[in-house]
């Protein structure tokens, strides 16, 4: 008779996927830029500039994504440094220049570069719906890690979208009532903002819900344009399918990580 070890088998792992979005990663190696510059750090100072207490399961989670996405590579002793594509994101203040870099920076992780091509570009991605059934039954991811990776290529495209959106902002004529004189544009960029600061686009109904998650770390739902029934529908089944299926994967995680902490000690 065969013992139970021999029939079991083993744990299929998910492939790997950035388990953040691109707005997040260019906010990430902002952080990394600001404390460290151009120079190798390691990887625990790295997690920490990023927001987290030290190097752990999610920390790492993070620093892989920036890795998935090119803008973060290894060096020497276990370091990690900024590529040269993150360094030209950075110093890049033209969209036009930014967008291209960005859109490089999406198709790196080969699970998304993979899926854009399935379906014959960014623009023609299906439902979640579809994209779950894709990579739960055709490419053996689990549901939840699915939903995560579903929930960072949105995020990915949503912001590239509206980079692609600044950029094609006509440069009003020297002549015209919206041309700002250079000497007037840095006047008022002087003015700094401050972080948590709101900028909005005037012609745009918006609405933004802040939630305060500790004393560094935040979250906000941004709904964008007038919300009619429909829309809080689908916003509601959006919410349902994807984001809290996401979080509980994350909730899972972390009180396993803080289970192994307190074995350790």
């Known amino acids: 008779m065969s013992s139970p070890e021999a029939n079991s088998s083993p744990v299929q792992r998910s492939p790997r996927f950035p388990s ?9 190696i902002k952080k990394l830029h600001e404390q460290d510059g151009k ?5 625990d100072a790295a997690a920490r500039h990023l927001g987290y207490k030290g190097l752990n399961g ?12 090119d803008l973060v590579e290894g060096a020497s002793q276990g370091r990690i440094r900024l590529t040269e594509r993150a360094l ?6 033209d969209p036009n220049e930014k ?18 091509s399935h379906y014959g570009g960014i623009a023609s991605l299906p439902s979640d719906v579809t994209l779950l059934k894709e ?8 549901d939840g890690a699915a939903r995560e990776c579903i929930l960072a290529l949105r995020q990915s495209v949503l912001y590239l979208k509206s980079l692609s959106e600044a950029s094609e902002k006509p440069t009003p004529p020297i002549n015209s009532p919206e041309f700002v ?21 005037p012609t745009i109904a918006s609405e933004v819900i802040p939630a305060r998650l500790s004393s560094r770390t935040r979250a906000e739902l941004h709904i964008m344009g007038p919300l009619d029934l429909r829309s809080a529908k689908k916003l ?10 996401w979080v509980d994967h994350m909730l899972d995680e972390l009180e396993d990580e803080e289970l192994n902490e307190a074995e350790k000690a």
């Not at 120079?39 to 990887?43: E, I, L, T």
């Open 20 to 28: 953040f979005g691109l707005d997040w990663a260019v906010e990430g």
């Open 181 to 201: 004189k250079p000497e007037v544009m840095e006047a008022e960029s002087s003015k700094a903002l401050k972080i948590g600061d709101e900028v909005r686009d």
């Open 236 to 245: 509601k089944s959006w919410m349902d399918n994807v984001v809290k299926p």
């Open 39 to 43: 120079a190798p750090v390691d990887r």
């Open 88 to 93: 030209r994101v950075l110093y890049s203040g």
């Open 99 to 116: 967008l291209p870099l960005l859109q490089e920076a999406l198709t790196s992780p080969k699970i998304f570069d993979e899926l854009v």
């Open 58 to 69: 999610a920390s790492s989670r993070a620093i892989a994504s920036l890795i998935y996405y």
């Open 135 to 142: 990579l739960v039954i055709r490419r053996k991811f689990s």
